[in-house]
Structures are given as structure tokens and as C-alpha cells.
């Protein structure tokens, strides 16, 4: 009997001795395995380094199956000299009374709704191990780069000088005065020499201009790069489409809404505040101010950018059911992104609007669409807007609370991570443009040869 | 001692014991884990399911790191009736003398340079498990789709008859006649009244039209689908372009080299057999006969096809250093693929000329590029072929072998798979539209609103 047990044990001890190596085996190899799955996974396998990959890459553990790679989609920053970057923080804070600072990488931008060209430059800084479920690696080595990323603030360059420079003759005054036209010539200048530039006209090259006059002397040399803009207003169909470019969101600058989804704090219908007169397609303000300053439930206030009008804002965006969303000078605005996070329905009066992210948002869930003929009808917009009951508006609300995280910035899975993934999508087509321009026959004289994708079937239709 | 000897082993085997189940348990989730990234690596996480997985998916195990869903790209194969595809093969057998019969799909397709149509509908067929590294995967509920396949056999309907069908009074002749019309027709009807096609206009269906012919009475219906096409010789920019659609190769008619590199076994410089005399951009044929007939080292034959110039087109094309590839009737042309199987360097001679799969392919690697102008000059092309050192033969020799596979529809890792990527990477791009027409203005008279991606700045400038 004790050696029929001795014999059982040791059979056990056996077996279990098997099975906890099998375990200690196993383990380590799915989790080896498993980590190199990750890094793979937030990457598009269906982009075009697979060819040379598979020819030159020494990599084998990372081919799949069938033998495609999983290698991500590979981004170099330019080291831009910091006259491009800090360098326009400095004469930004210079031109508000500040001082020179010895060491410009030490500065932080300030605080704007075009503070994506900060966030995607800061993004690419950190340390790879940081930059989680990113669509796009950073490489150190311009050769292996699909592609390259120019992180100039044109932007804020823009608007270092509050006002237009002065004129005037005073040579000490003009030395100081900060010129976003020298910069922008200077950037160009810069840019036209580097060889990679050189090596696809700029067709791999990701450029920032996501203020609507941003880069303005440059679109034409710079039009064959991937523009990240926040809308077409001032640019030709030559210059930039939906095809080869990409929208960003501007940084919402009224606080987020904490509270749940409802209507009950909401007492307020129909909320806007900002800048009644506007140029172009941003005329339909003043036109809405007319018709809409007498109705009840609603608040149209006119108002320019204020710490004191920001907290109004804010508290006028957490209290309305609806808050007003017309075109500005360019159809874009961030107002609509401090409504969807305040989770007030925007009412999107603004017939030429382009929207970030529209792959993965259908906005005809979140908000409302006006074209401007009809929203300037005295009665039309607010008898619609009357109409919509009570659950709709939280069906809106509730599609705001899942989609938001796309327009936080400082998101981890947020902005940032969303404009790369819209970023490397365009890869296929611009490698593809790439080599057929290798080959491609022109004559002289040649209408442009453009690929296109239209739309004229669909949408909502304008009652003239 | 007994005892303490007891204790140890009674402690080891509750370490093992725990071990073990460590293991187990450990092991099927990893296992189950596995499977499902397995399933994931061929697909682009890039697509835009994102949104509505996230919030609807009961299946948080596919979600990454950073919350993204990992789906494939799904596409819905379309029960068509067998009219449209095993009919039309019947058909084609009828018309050359043979009978009906009982079971139609046990048909096969007949040989031929259009069979994409085929393979990309049997490969749909197949079980999921045997469809390796696909980047799109089959679903059978429709709601779950992204993508629809129409699996219509379009171009081997357009030559079920040898020739026109008989106009003739003789209603028993005329019954038994097929026509090509009459099908696209009834495709068409059969098509118009799916649910889901009419929910976003098509823009989400993929339709097979090789043939530059094919479908050629329906293509202003089903211009917002993602088309497959050889070429964009018979269709407006309106109809089709590379943003939208798919360039997928012919079928090669010519047997695979299986040699080495090399150019010891390929005497004749420049290799050419095929239809002297055709319209259009084809019309450069005949002047290049005129040109080359009397050239030393230069075999360029007129013939048609049959068996016999089949077998002397395979041995002319595995035993000469260029390939001749004119423009058709329409800019593409089998004999490219045919070439490139070969080993035998193709040289295109046709301006407008679409390449498949160009985002992973450099063509100017594989092959030289002569505009047709240069191309008509006596001397020029032949005098440009003989400068090529054996060494850049042998260059674009091993680039061929490298990438011949993308035009091997047998090959498990071939052109089917390729053609899916190729597809799967519009999804994006057609999210984008199919969710901004639900919500853009337009105006009655308005321009259609269009997005392109324009070449005209670099390329083989044709010197006139």
C-alpha cells in the first residue's frame, strides 16, 4: 500500500513536474509573442512597406502568416532648426512683453486653439515606449521612413505680432518686430534644400497649417504634402482635398462637461456667443443675430475672446440644449468642439464645413445640419429645433459622450492618436503617386492628371 | 524524516498542483487569445469600424491596448442568382457547342484573361480557415458588412458569343442566343432593389468589370461602387479613378519561368507577338512593326490567338531579353503579366497606362517606359535598349522574380489576397463620403464637389 502511494505520488510529481514546465514554457513564449503582437496592432498591416520588407527585413518574427510584415508606418521628425519651434513660442512670449530665455526647449506653448502642431511635435518627442497605440513609429534614420514630419508652428507664427508689424523707420523697432512672412520664406528656404524633400516633391511629407491662413505664402510649393488643416477655406482644390490631406480638430478651449447626459440643467434651447460680424460665408452670423435675439430660450450674446467671456461661454454651453455653430471667416470653428464636450448639440449652420475623423464620425448623429439659406428664414431653424424631442437630444448627447475622447488633445487615445491613424490611411495612395510619377508620361501642355472621388447624388438639398 | 519527507513532497505537489492549473488555464486563454490576433494580423486596424465596435461589441477581447477595435474589414458575398455567374459560364459553354447542365455549379470557368472574376468570387466561397492572410474577411449577415461583393461575371458575359448574336426572324435561333445586353440589364434590376445597395447608393459595393468593355451599359449606375478594372481606357474620370477604384491584373496566359536570372539563354533582344493592328492608343503598333521588322536581334511577329502562337509566344518570351508591350484597343494588356512571369523586361509603350497594385510595386524597376511619341522614332527605342548593360537586366530580373507572385491569381499569397488589400484600403476613404453626404449641402446647379489627387508636375516628359 505505502509503495503503491510512493509510486502514485511520484507519478504525480511527475506529471505536474511536466505540466509546470509545459506552463513556465508556454508562458513565456505567448507572452514574448503577445508583445510583439501589440506593438503591431495599432498599425495598419495593409500599408506599402511590405514589399521592400519582405525582401530586405531580417525580421522574420515580425511576417505573419502569409508573409506580410506588420511593420507600423514609419514617421521621421525633422530636426527643423528651433527657430521654426521654441523659437516662435519665444517671440510669441517676446511680443507680449516677455524676455528672451536661455534655453528655448524649455518653453511650453500657450495656451490656443491651433495647439495641434504642438501636441503632434511633443507627441513624436516622447519616448516610443510612452506613445501607445499610435498608428505611426518614430524612426531616427530618414531612410527607412515612409514619412516626414515637418514640425513647423506655422500657426502660431501667425500670430506672434497681435497686430501687423509696424512700418515704420525706426530701424531698433523694426529688428524687434517679429515677421511670420521672413519666417515662413525662411522655413521654405530651409525645407527646399533637404534631400528627402527632394526626393517625391514633398508628396511623403506631413506639414502643419491648421490656422486657416497659416503657411498662406508657402500652399503652392507645399500643396503635394500631406496638409493637416482645419478646413479648405483658403485653399483651391489644387491645393488640398479630402483625398490627399487631413482635418484636424482645433483644441477646445471651454472645459469639459462632467456631468451625465439629460436635459433637465438645460434650460437654455439654443445657446452661441462669439463674434457677430464675420467675412464670407461668416456673414450668416449677423443675418442669425437678427433673427434670433427676440426669440425666448435663447442666448446670442456677442462677445470677443476674454477670460470673462470664456467663462460665460462656458457656463452657457453646460445649460443649453442646442449651442449655435455658424461658419466663420473660414466654415471652421472650434466652437463646435467646446459643444460636443460641453454635450450641447451643435447647430451647424456652415455649408462648406469639412469635419475631422468624418471615417469613424457620422456627425448626423451628434449634431444638427442647417444649410444657410434656410437658417436665415425667419422662424425655420427654431420651429425645427422646437420639434426635436426630448429623447433625440439625449441620443445626440449620448453619441457626443462616445466620440469626444477625438477631440481631447491630451487624451491618450485621444486627438493626437487619431490624426497619425487618418495620417498613415493616406500612405497607400501617396506611395502609389509616388511610383507612378516615376513613370508616368506628361506632354507639355497636359490638362493635370487627377484621381477623384465625387460627390454630387446625396445630402442634404438647399430649398433656393 | 518520514514525516518531513511527507510535508516535502505533499508541499511539492501542491506547488505543482497550482502550477498546473496555472498552466491550463493559462494556456487556453493564451491560446484563444492567439487565435483571435491570428485572425486580426492580415487586417488593417486602421479601418473605420472603429467607431460603432467600440460601442456595440460584445467582443472586448478584440479591443487593444488602446481601446481600438481590431475587426477585419467584412464584406458581404452577394447571393446573386446563378444566372449572373454559373449561368453565364453555362452559357459561354452552350455557344461553343456544348449542352446544359443539371447542376451549374459544378462548371468551371473557362481559361482566360479575365478569370479575376473567379477567383475573387471562389475565393469568397472558401472556408474562412483556408483564406489565409486575406485582408478582408466573409460575413453572412449583411448588417455586419463593410463592404458588399457583387460577384457578377461581367467580362465573360460580354464574350459568351463568339460573336454578335443573330438578329435573324428565326425566334427558335434567337431563343437560344445569349445576349450580353440582356443580362447586364436583368443584373441591373436584380441589383437596383437590394436594401443595401440603395442605403448608400453603392458606394460601399465592389463590382468586378475587367474587361475594358465589360458592363459597359451600367457604368453610370455603378460609378460609385469601387470598381475592379484592367484600365481606364473606356472610362471618364467621372466613372473611375485611382482613388476609388482598383487596377487588378490579367490573368497571364504564358507559362511561369522557373529558371534562374540570367541572359545567357535569351538571344533575341526584343520580343513581339500579338495583334498588329488595333484602334486607338493601339495604333503605335503598326508603326512600331514598320520600325522594328527589319531590326537584327528583334523578333516581332502579327498573330492572333491560338494554341500554336501561344506555345511560340512562351518560347519567345522566356528566350528574349525585352518584352514589347504596346497599348491595346485600351491602354492595358495581358501580355505585361505575361512578361513579367517571363523574366522578360517588359517594355510599355502606352501614355496612359494604369498599373496594378502600385503602391507596393515600382514599376520603374521592373520594367522600361518609352512615350509614344520618342517610341515612333526610328532608331530611338532600339538604340535606348541595346545601351542597358547586362547588369541592369539582371537588376530588373530579380526585381520581376520578386514580385511576380502579385500576378499569380493561383498563389495562396498572390493576386487574390493582393486585390483584397488593394480594396481594403479604400474603406476609409468610402466611410468618409458615405458619412459626410448624409449630412453636406448642396445646391441645386452646383458643381459636382469633388476631391483628387493630381500628378503634373513630375514623370517621363514626352519630348514632342
Known amino acids: 500500500m505505502a509503495r503503491k502511494s510512493s509510486l502514485l ?36 498591416s495593409a500599408n506599402s512597406v511590405i514589399v521592400s520588407d519582405e525582401f530586405s527585413s531580417q525580421d522574420t518574427d515580425l511576417l505573419n502568416s502569409s508573409g506580410k510584415s506588420l511593420s507600423p508606418v514609419k514617421i521621421y521628425l525633422y530636426d527643423v532648426p528651433t527657430r521654426f519651434t521654441y523659437g516662435v513660442i519665444e517671440n510669441h512670449g517676446i511680443a507680449r512683453g516677455g524676455k528672451p530665455v536661455p534655453e528655448v526647449t524649455d518653453l511650453k506653448y500657450p495656451g490656443h486653439q491651433h495647439m495641434a502642431e504642438w501636441f503632434l511635435f511633443t507627441d513624436l518627442l516622447r519616448p516610443e515606449s510612452e506613445r501607445i497605440g499610435s498608428a505611426v513609429v518614430r524612426v531616427f534614420d530618414p531612410e527607412e521612413a515612409d514619412l516626414f514630419y515637418v514640425p513647423f508652428f506655422s500657426s502660431l507664427s501667425l500670430i506672434v505680432n497681435p497686430i501687423r508689424p509696424a512700418t515704420g523707420s525706426d530701424q531698433q523697432q523694426r529688428k524687434l518686430v517679429y515677421s511670420d512672412e521672413e519666417t515662413q520664406d525662411a522655413f521654405m528656404e530651409w525645407l527646399g534644400k533637404q534631400d528627402y524633400w527632394k526626393r517625391n516633391n514633398g508628396r511623403d511629407h506631413v506639414i502643419i497649417a491648421q490656422d486657416p491662413n497659416a503657411l498662406y505664402r508657402l500652399i503652392d510649393r507645399v500643396k503635394n504634402s500631406i496638409l493637416l488643416v482645419s478646413d479648405f477655406g483658403r485653399l483651391r482644390a489644387d491645393q488640398a482635398s479630402l483625398v490627399k490631406d487631413v482635418i484636424v480638430p482645433y483644441s477646445h478651449r471651454i472645459n469639459t462637461y462632467t456631468g451625465d447626459i439629460g436635459v433637465e440643467n438645460r434650460k437654455t434651447l439654443l445657446f452661441f456667443m462669439g463674434n457677430r460680424y464675420r467675412k464670407e460665408g461668416g456673414k450668416i452670423r449677423d443675418m442669425l443675430f437678427n433673427i434670433l435675439e427676440q426669440e425666448q430660450d435663447v442666448i446670442i450674446k456677442h462677445g470677443t475672446q476674454s477670460r470673462e467671456s470664456r467663462r460665460a461661454a462656458t457656463h452657457g454651453m453646460h445649460t443649453s440644449k442646442f449651442c449655435l455653430n455658424p461658419a466663420g471667416d473660414t466654415p471652421s470653428a472650434c466652437r463646435l468642439f467646446d459643444s460636443v464636450v460641453s454635450l450641447c448639440v451643435p447647430v451647424i449652420v456652415s455649408d462648406s464645413i469639412e469635419l475631422p475623423f468624418e471615417d469613424v464620425i457620422d456627425y448626423s448623429k451628434i449634431a444638427v445640419f442647417f444649410d444657410s439659406v434656410s437658417a436665415a ?10 420639434r426635436i424631442s426630448k429623447e433625440r437630444i439625449l441620443d445626440y448627447q449620448r453619441e457626443m459622450k462616445k466620440i469626444k475622447r477625438y477631440f481631447e488633445y491630451t487624451d491618450s487615445n485621444g486627438t493626437v492618436n487619431e490624426i497619425w491613424r487618418q495620417v498613415s490611411q493616406k500612405l497607400p495612395l501617396i506611395k502609389l503617386m509616388i511610383n507612378r510619377e516615376k513613370r508616368v508620361i506628361h506632354r507639355d501642355g497636359d490638362e493635370p492628371d487627377c484621381s477623384c472621388l465625387c460627390s454630387n447624388q446625396t445630402g442634404i438639398r438647399a430649398r433656393l
Open 9 to 44: 505520488k511520484r507519478t504525480l510529481a511527475s506529471l505536474c513536474f511536466i505540466l509546470a514546465l509545459y506552463a513556465i514554457i508556454n508562458t513565456f513564449i505567448s507572452s514574448t509573442a503577445t508583445l510583439k503582437l501589440d506593438r503591431s496592432f495599432p498599425f495598419s
Open 377 to 386: 428664414k425667419p422662424g425655420f431653424l427654431m420651429s425645427k429645433l422646437r
